[in-house]
């Protein structure tokens, strides 16, 4: 496994467009959702730790939020930046989880889209702390696809465990299960709550392609199982496809919780 690959910090340098073109995200629901639960109004100040390529900071943007993005990626950031370009209430930052560079008690909403199971919990959660107004949330959101239910789930199920790089290590279903007791710990052992509402995306092969290779575990052109992939996930998206297109379900999956 090389340097990159075991570095959580870099492992998506180098599919950065695909990532931003073809990752799903998140439904509006979340933020009906959350002005319930935890009272979410547009004067909160969000931090987007773990923000990425700007996906999950757009919808507390367009909710009319400031969003603070936290992301270590230098690529990733510059594509944030890129993608959310005309909104002025969207400031980039250099940081990470453990160390995010924003003020003490600056920050109304801790929001780790994708992100939560690369943190060091102890040294996340102290830092969150620390940036926490009085009364502050935590929100932890996953888009979790699902794998079964449908023929073409189960197959791009099996396409991945046959030909990805470290995918059983690393897939965020797996992160989830075993980050429960890790998610515990972040918010200090308080109550936390989890919700979840249903997401999808639906793809041509152009955009199956760029899905796929959009995940940090599937081999790029320079890898033996490159071409073998691919011609798999032709054959699929011909066995599967409807109208031209293949359907991914999701579970956006919303955990949620103060502090203790």
């Given at each position: 496994m090389t340097t990159q690959e075991l570095n959580p910090t870099g492992r998506f340098s180098d599919r950065v467009a695909y990532y931003v073109k073809y990752r799903p995200g998140y439904p509006a629901a979340v933020l009906d959702l959350l002005a319930a639960e935890i009272q979410l109004n547009p004067s909160d100040l969000i931090a987007d730790i773990g923000s990425g390529t700007g996906i999950s900071a757009k919808l507390f943007l367009e909710h009319g939020n400031t969003v603070y993005g936290v992301e270590p990626n230098r690529e990733m950031r510059a594509a944030a930046e890129e993608f959310l370009r005309d909104y002025p209430n969207f400031y980039s930052v250099d940081g990470t989880a453990e160390a995010t560079t924003l003020p003490a008690q600056s920050i109304d909403v801790i929001v780790a889209a994708q992100a939560?199971?690369?943190?060091?919990?102890?040294?996340?959660?102290?830092?969150?702390?620390?940036?926490?107004?009085?009364?502050?949330?935590?929100?932890?959101?996953?888009n979790d696809r699902r794998t079964e239910g449908t023929l073409f789930l189960r197959a791009f199920e099996e396409l991945l465990l046959r030909y990805s790089t470290d995918y059983t290590q690393v897939t965020h279903r797996n992160a989830k299960d075993v980050d429960q007791q890790a998610i515990s710990r972040f918010f200090g052992h308080a109550a936390w709550r989890l919700q979840q509402l249903p997401n999808q995306q639906s793809f041509d092969y152009e955009g199956l392609c760029g899905r796929l290779l959009s995940s940090s575990y599937a081999p790029l052109a320079d890898h033996p199982n490159y071409e073998p992939m691919m011609r798999r996930l032709q054959e699929i998206f011909a066995e599967h496809q409807q109208n031209g297109q293949v359907r991914f379900e999701y579970e956006t999956q919303i955990f949620y919780g103060q502090l203790a």
């Open positions: 939560f199971h690369w943190f060091n919990v102890e040294t996340a959660r102290a830092e969150a702390k620390r940036i926490h107004k009085a009364g502050g949330w935590c929100v932890l959101l996953w």
